[in-house]
C-alpha cells in the first residue's frame, strides 16, 4: 500500500467527493469475493460522474492508481488495488424511465440489476443477461467483465445489450461512448486504426464460437463494429476508464416459463446428455453436482425444494436444470420422452421453479460452504468450451484434480459450455498454494486445448492475466497493450490486470494465504455446533459473495438501510477478521469492532440467508463476551440484561412507576446514565401481572387435548398481560390445559443482545432442568426471541437436556396452525371483515417457517391478511431504545411505516414480537396486535 500524501489527501477532498482514508475503510475495500487481499491508500464515493471525473483527475496528476469498484462481488480480483478505489455502488444508482419505443433505459454505475429488473417488471420487460449474484450486482460491474448468467443461449452476455457509456478516462476527461455518440473521438479512431490492422490474428484466435465471453479487450467485437467505442470498453474490467453511466437495451419478459429438472447418476452422464439436449435449443440448462447440492441439506431455506426433488428419499450425484420459455407444454412433454438420466421432475408453477433457481443461485456460496480449512477455491472456475466438449473437458479436469489431489464440484452454465469448477484447498498451507498454481496452469493449457475461454464471465484480474499471453499470442497481447496505452498512456487505470506489468500473480497477495491462521484471545462460550464447532471457522466461512448486500429484506437490515460496507454482514466479518489479526489497537476491545458490531441488530437473517451459513449474531455476542472480560460491562449492558427483574419492580410500583418514566427529568437522567433515547416512549409496567392474574383466576377450561405449558416471557408477564390473556383464551377453547413454568427465570435474551453469555448459559440451565422436570407437554411462546434463546443459543451452550426441551418449544401461530391443520373445527372462530398486514419477526423468519401466520389467519373466515415486504422493525430489543441508535433504527424501520401508511385505517397490523409491536405504535399512532390477539377476537367475532 503507498501512503495518502497530505497533498493529494487535500486534493482529494476538495472535489467534494466523499473520501474515505481510515483504517477501517481501507481495510473493508482490501478483500471482494476473490482469494485476493490489496490494500488501497483511499477510498472515493462519487456522488455523480462530475465528482468521479475530479477525483480520478487528481489521482492520474498524481500517478496513482484507480480501481474501479461495484458490489465487489468478483471472483478475480478486479475490483481490489493499490492506490484510490472508486466506489460507483453507493451513490450511482439513478434509474431514469423506461424509453418504450426503442426499449433503452438509462442507468446509473451502481444500479444492482435486481432493483432494475422490480421496477421494468410492471412494463413487461428485463434486462437479459441473469448472473447469480443479481440481489448485489451492479450494472457498471457487469458490464465491465461482459458479464452474463444462465440465459446467456437467449440473451448472450452484458456487452450485447450496450447501447452507450458515461466513461472517465485516465485524464479525469468525461464523455459518452457507443451507437449513436461522439465522445472521444479522436482516441477511437486511433484505437479502430490500431485494431483492424490485426483483423486476421483477431479472427483466428478469438472466434466468436462460445457463447460465452473471451478473455481480455473484445477486439472482435469492436473488429466488427469499429465505430462504437463502448465495444472495447464493455468487457476492459476499469482498466480503460471508469464507467458511470449506461444505456442498455432491455428485453420482453418471457410470457411462460417452464421447468424440468433431470437427475443423473454422475456428472459425466449428465454432460453427455448436452447433445441431445441442445436440439431442444433451451433457453438454460444449469448443472448441479452432489457438492453443491448437498451442502442444502439441513438448511431450514431448502428443506422445501429438496422435498420437492426429492434428494432424501431418491439420492443422486447431478442436477440438470432445464428450462423453457413459451411454448413450454410441447418441450417439457418432449423433454420427458427422451428419458434421459434416472428421472425426471417437472416443476409446475412458479413458485416451484423459483425455489429450484434459488437453490441455483446460491450455488456459489453453498459449494464454499462446506466445514473444514480447506475450500472450494475460485482461480479457474469459469473456464468455458462448447458444449458439446463438456464431456471430454470434464473428464480432463477430473485428471487434473486427480492427480493434484484436490476435490472439486462442477456446476453452472451447461448450455453455454461453462462449468464453475474449484479445487478444493486449504490456502494457509504452503503445499495447497503450491497446487493451487499446478492446478491454474494445467486448466489453461486443457481449455487452450479445447479452443475455449479461460475467463468466461467472470473477468481476468489478478487471477487470469499471467495466461492471457498462452491464450492470446505474441500479436494480440503486444495490441492489447498498444488499445491500453491509447486510453491510458500512464498507466493508472486499474494497472497490471489484462495488460501484464508483473505486478500481479495468481499466487500471491492471498487474503487467507500461509501465515494467516486465526488465534482467538479468548474462549468461547458457544459451541458453534452448526459449522466446523469453532468460532473462526464460522468467521471463515464469510467468502466476500456479498450475499448481504443485496437492497431488499431480510439480510443485512442495516446494509439496506445505509448503503454502507461496514454495516454488511460481509463487512462486519472482515471487520472481525481483521481485529484477530492484531490490525487495530485494542485488540477484541477495538473501537473499529465495536462500530462494526454495535450496529448489528442480531437479526439472525444472516443465519438463514446467507449462503455460506455465517452467522454474525453469535459471533457479535462472542465478541462482547471477550470484550466484557477485559474492561467488564457497562451500566446500560448490565441494566438491560436484567429486564426481567426490571419489570418485577416496576410492575409492584405501578401505576407510580408509570408516572415517573414518563417524566421528562427522569428521561433525560436515563439518556444520561443508560443512553437510552429521551425522545422514544418507554414500556409501561402492568399493574397486575399476568403470573398473578392467572394464578387467581376461577374460571377455567380445557384439557381433553392435553396439557401445555405457556412461557410467560417478561414483557407478557410484566408489561403486556392482555397477550397472556388472549392465549390462554385460545389455547382453552381449544381444549388445552393451560400452566405456567412456575419458578422461571428470564430466558437471557436480553444479556444475549448485550454479550452477557455467562449470565445467559446460567439462565439457560436453571430454565432447561426446570422444563424438564416438567414433564413432555409442549411449550408455547408468545415472544419469537425467546423461543429462538432455547432452539438456538441454549444449544449453542451445549446446556444438559436441551435438545429433549427445545424440540418441544413452539411458538404459538405454529402450534395453533398446526392444530387447525389437523382438525378445521379445533376453535370456533367467527368472522373477521377486516384487512391485515403481517410484520414478521427477524428471529421467525431466520429459523422457522415464514408463511405460518399467513396460513393461520387463512382459517379466520373473513380475514384478508398479508405479510408485508418488510426486514427488521429496526427496534431490535433495546437496540432502537438506545440515543446513539435513534437514527439508525428509524432508517431501518423506514420500510415497514412506508408499507403501513397506506393501508385502511380500521386494517389490523400484527406482529409476533413485542419490540416490533413498540416500533410499530411509535412511529405509525397505530395499534399492533399480537396473532394471539387476533385469535381471541375471532373467537367472539370482535
Known amino acids: ?38 490494500e488501497p491508500s483511499v477510498v472515493a464515493l462519487p456522488r455523480d460522474a462530475t465528482q ?26 478486479g475490483a481490489i488495488g493499490e492506490g484510490l478505489i472508486v466506489d460507483v455502488s453507493r451513490y450511482l444508482t439513478d434509474i431514469e424511465p423506461l424509453d418504450c419505443e426503442s426499449h433503452t433505459i438509462r442507468v446509473g454505475a451502481g444500479v444492482v440489476l435486481d ?46 445489450h450496450v447501447e452507450a457509456l458515461e466513461v472517465v478516462l485516465a485524464d479525469g476527461s468525461l464523455a459518452w461512448v457507443g451507437r449513436g455518440q461522439d ?255 499446478e492446478v491454474a496452469e494445467a486448466t489453461s493449457a486443457l481449455v487452450r486445448r479445447f479452443g475455449g475461454s479461460l475467463a468466461g464471465e467472470h473477468g481476468v484480474g489478478i487471477a487470469r492475466t499471467e495466461f492471457l499471453l498462452d491464450h492470446l499470442g505474441p500479436e494480440l497481447i503486444e495490441l492489447t497493450a498498444e488499445v491500453k496505452e491509447v486510453f491510458d498512456p500512464h498507466g493508472v487505470m486499474n494497472p497490471g490486470k489484462i495488460v501484464d506489468t508483473g505486478r500481479w500473480t495468481m499466487d500471491q497477495d492471498l487474503r487467507l494465504g500461509p501465515g494467516s491462521e486465526l488465534s482467538l484471545p479468548f474462549e468461547p462460550l458457544s459451541a458453534f455446533v452448526e459449522k466446523d464447532r469453532s468460532f473462526v471457522g464460522n468467521l471463515e466461512q464469510c467468502n466476500g459473495c456479498g450475499g448481504c448486500l443485496k437492497d431488499a429484506p431480510v439480510m443485512c437490515p442495516t446494509y439496506v438501510a445505509t448503503g454502507d460496507e461496514v454495516l454488511s454482514t460481509r463487512g462486519r466479518a472482515n471487520v472481525l477478521r481483521a481485529t484477530l489479526e492484531g490490525r487495530f489497537d485494542g485488540g477484541i476491545a477495538a473501537s473499529e469492532l465495536a462500530e462494526a458490531l454495535g450496529s448489528c441488530l442480531s437479526c439472525k437473517a444472516c443465519k438463514r440467508e446467507c449462503p455460506s451459513g455465517v452467522d454474525l449474531a453469535l459471533l457479535k455476542a462472542e465478541s462482547l463476551q471477550a470484550r466484557h472480560r477485559m474492561q467488564g460491562p457497562s451500566l446500560a449492558d448490565r441494566v438491560i440484561a436484567r429486564s426481567d ?147 438456538d443459543e441454549y444449544r449453542q451452550f451445549e446446556i444438559e437436556g436441551v435438545d429433549e426441551v427445545a424440540q418441544r418449544c413452539v411458538l404459538f401461530e405454529d402450534f395453533i396452525l398446526a392444530l387447525l391443520d389437523a382438525d378445521l373445527e379445533a376453535l370456533p372462530l367467527e368472522s373477521l371483515d377486516f384487512q391485515a398486514a403481517i410484520h414478521g419477526h427477524c428471529h421467525a423468519k431466520a429459523l422457522a417457517d415464514v408463511g405460518t401466520l399467513r396460513r393461520l389467519f387463512a382459517h379466520v373466515p373473513g380475514l384478508q391478511a398479508e405479510p408485508l415486504e418488510t426486514g427488521c422493525c429496526g427496534m431490535a430489543g433495546a437496540f432502537g431504545m438506545m440515543a446513539a441508535n435513534r437514527d439508525l433504527s428509524l432508517a431501518v424501520a423506514e420500510p415497514l411505516v412506508r408499507q403501513i401508511a397506506p393501508l385502511p385505517e380500521d386494517a389490523l397490523v400484527v406482529a409476533a414480537g413485542t419490540s416490533c409491536r413498540i416500533q410499530v405504535r411509535d412511529l405509525t399512532g397505530r395499534d399492533c396486535l399480537h396473532p394471539a390477539e387476533v385469535l381471541a377476537r375471532a373467537l367472539t367475532g370482535r
Request: glycine share 10%; proline share 5%; charged share 25%.
Open 1 to 38: 500500500m503507498t501512503s495518502l500524501t497530505p497533498a493529494q489527501r487535500q486534493a482529494l477532498e476538495r472535489t467534494g467527493c466523499e473520501i474515505r482514508t481510515r483504517d477501517l475503510d481501507r481495510m473493508l475495500y482490501a478483500t471482494d469475493a476473490s482469494i485476493y487481499r490489496v
Open 52 to 77: 468521479c471525473s475530479a477525483v480520478v483527475m487528481v489521482a492520474g496528476e498524481a500517478g496513482m492508481a484507480v480501481t474501479p469498484r461495484g458490489a465487489g462481488t468478483g471472483l478475480t480480483g
Open 115 to 160: 432493483r432494475l429488473n422490480r421496477i421494468l417488471m410492471p412494463e413487461g420487460f428485463w434486462f437479459g443477461p441473469d448472473v447469480a449474484t443479481s440481489s448485489r450486482a451492479t450494472l457498471g460491474g457487469m458490464i465491465a467483465n461482459n458479464s452474463s448468467g444462465a440465459h446467456a443461449p437467449v440473451y448472450g452476455t452484458t456487452a450485447d
Open 183 to 437: 465522445g472521444f473521438e479522436a482516441l477511437r479512431a486511433e484505437a479502430a486504426e490500431i485494431v483492424l490492422k490485426h483483423r486476421a490474428e483477431i479472427e483466428r484466435r478469438l472466434p466468436p464460437d462460445l457463447i460465452k465471453r473471451r478473455p481480455g479487450y473484445d477486439l472482435h467485437r469492436f473488429l466488427t463494429e469499429p465505430s462504437n467505442l463502448g465495444a472495447l470498453i464493455a468487457g476492459s474490467e476499469g482498466t480503460l476508464g471508469v464507467i458511470t453511466s449506461a444505456i442498455v437495451r432491455v428485453m420482453p419478459r418471457p410470457t411462460h416459463r417452464g421447468l424440468g429438472v433431470l437427475c443423473f447418476s454422475s456428472v459425466t452422464e449428465a454432460m453427455l446428455s448436452m447433445t441431445e439436449l441442445q436440439r431442444l435449443k433451451p433457453a438454460a440448462v444449469e448443472h448441479l453436482d452432489l457438492p453443491v447440492f448437498g451442502q442444502s441439506r439441513g438448511r431450514l431455506e431448502f428443506d422445501a425444494v429438496r422435498a420437492l426433488l426429492e434428494l432424501h428419499e431418491k439420492p443422486c450425484q447431478s442436477l440438470l436444470l432445464v428450462e423453457f420459455f413459451d411454448d413450454i407444454e410441447d418441450h417439457l412433454a418432449e423433454l420427458a420422452k427422451m428419458s434421459l438420466g434416472d428421472r425426471i421432475v417437472i416443476c409446475h408453477g412458479e413458485a416451484e421453479q423459483e425455489m429450484v433457481w434459488q437453490l441455483r443461485r446460491a450455488g456459489l456460496s453453498l459449494v464454499t460452504s462446506c466445514v473444514g480449512a480447506a475450500k472450494p477455491t475460485t482461480i479457474i472456475e469459469d473456464a468455458c468450451v462448447r458444449p458439446e466438449d463438456l464431456p471430454a473437458f470434464v473428464e480432463g479436469m477430473k485428471a487434473i484434480m486427480a492427480e493434484h489431489g484436490g476435490a472439486t464440484s462442477f456446476y453452472g452454465h451447461a448450455a453455454s459450455g461453462l462449468l464453475h469448477i474449484r479445487p478444493t484447498l486449504d490456502l494457509h498451507l504452503e503445499e495447497d498454494v503450491s497446487k493451487l498454481r
Open 645 to 791: 427483574f426490571l419489570g418485577k419492580v416496576g410492575s409492584a410500583m405501578a401505576p407510580l412507576s408509570n408516572f415517573f418514566v414518563g417524566l421528562k427529568p427522569i428521561r433525560l437522567l436515563m439518556q444520561r446514565l443508560l443512553g437510552l433515547d429521551a425522545g422514544r416512549s418507554l414500556p409501561l409496567f402492568a399493574h397486575r401481572r399476568f403470573d398473578r392474574w392467572f394464578a387467581r383466576r376461577t374460571d377455567r377450561s380445557g384439557g381433553h387435548r392435553g396439557r401445555v405449558i405457556l412461557w410467560d416471557d417478561t414483557w407478557v408477564r410484566y408489561h403486556e398481560p392482555e397477550v397472556g390473556k388472549a392465549a390462554v383464551e385460545v389455547l382453552e377453547t381449544a381444549g388445552f390445559e393451560v400452566v405456567l413454568a412456575e419458578g422461571r427465570r428470564c430466558c437471557g435474551r436480553p444479556a444475549i443482545s448485550r454479550g452477557l453469555l455467562e449470565e445467559a448459559r446460567e439462565l439457560g440451565r436453571h430454565n432447561i432442568a426446570l422444563l424438564r422436570s416438567m414433564g413432555e407437554a409442549p411449550i408455547v411462546f408468545l415472544e419469537p426471541s425467546c423461543w429462538s434463546t432455547f432452539v
